[in-house]
């Protein structure tokens, strides 16, 4: 509320002012990135930093496979094709194994992409020790869709700073907010000095208004970015609140027909959402559990529903994890998972009450 009444009182409310640097400033330093941009969505970010490494019409990029549709809808804003990396079961980001398939794939068929989009699941960081080398053999660049992992590490980096390009959403969902918005973070001031460019309506440095490329209304206000500036503020306390929702689901569903998220050593997630899988062999499914809380007034969610499952993708090229045709790790983290409540204002006695229902029926 403090800085949004300082946007007020300075009567800064629309696009630009002291907020949204700061915003960006802040979150830079807590990322440990040099430059960043905030922006209305992080789906903006995502389509600018394809638009940063030249993607146009024809071109490919790979993506992800278990996202939400974020990661990849601007794929297809640049007319450009997407092919799908599965998951690997260490962490469910991206498999090394499906990416180095599609890398050999590309080069015999002469569609080597132009970016590799790799998500940062749930919280967790992918495990860039074994993807970025992929990438930097077929010198492709990677930028790193950090939406749901703001606050994560890896090896004692925070999720953002591992692409060429990363990006945030403070979208309503995301672990903050801003009311909605995004940012795209680089140590490349250049890029995110020719992104800013793009997202201004690409205005030339002109008295009067020039333009001699195509631009985009993607900033943010800085009524959305005093909100952020508060919220990153407390950012630690929501991972360590959320960290917590974690463990007491842990505690409770020992020795039962739940697998958790696996969480990868070398890292520390954000704890964004609590996701389980059941085993296999047990009747009980993720319908049946989503309904049953439902019944409740309890809301929960399946995992997303793999891309190149989805009808809008479903004629891009998909490399699984797996040998065996028609089997990948992503259909089987969506046939069998479910995400569990997770929001950092769940109380404890709320809590209780969810694992109740969800024990009687198991
Ligand atoms: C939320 C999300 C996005 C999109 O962010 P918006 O701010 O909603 O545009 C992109 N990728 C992933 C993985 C997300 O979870």
Redesign the pocket.
Known sequence: MKYIQEAFDTNWIAPLGTNVDKFEEELCEYVGVDHGLALS????G?HLALKYFGVGPGDYVFCSDL??A??CNPILYQYANPVFIDSEPETWNMSPIALEKAFEWAKKENKMPKAVII?DLYGQSADYDLLLPICEKYDVPVIE?A??ALGATYKGKKCGSFGHIGIF???G??IITTS???MVVSNDEEAIKKMRFWATQSREPAKHYEHKEVGYNYRMSNICAGIGRGQLEILNTRIEKKREIQSIYISHFNNTPFEFMPINKEGNPNYWLTVVTIKEGYLVTPEMIISQLEKENIESRSLWKPMNLQPLFISSPFFSHFNEVGNSLGKSLFENGVCLPSGSSLSGENQERIIELIKRLL
Do not use: L, P, Q, R
């Not at 969505?41 to 903006?44: F, I, K, L, V, Y």
């Open positions: 969505s992080g789906t903006a995502i996202t939400f974020g990661s998500v869709d939406a749901e959403s403070f979208n969902n995301k909605g918005g995004g």
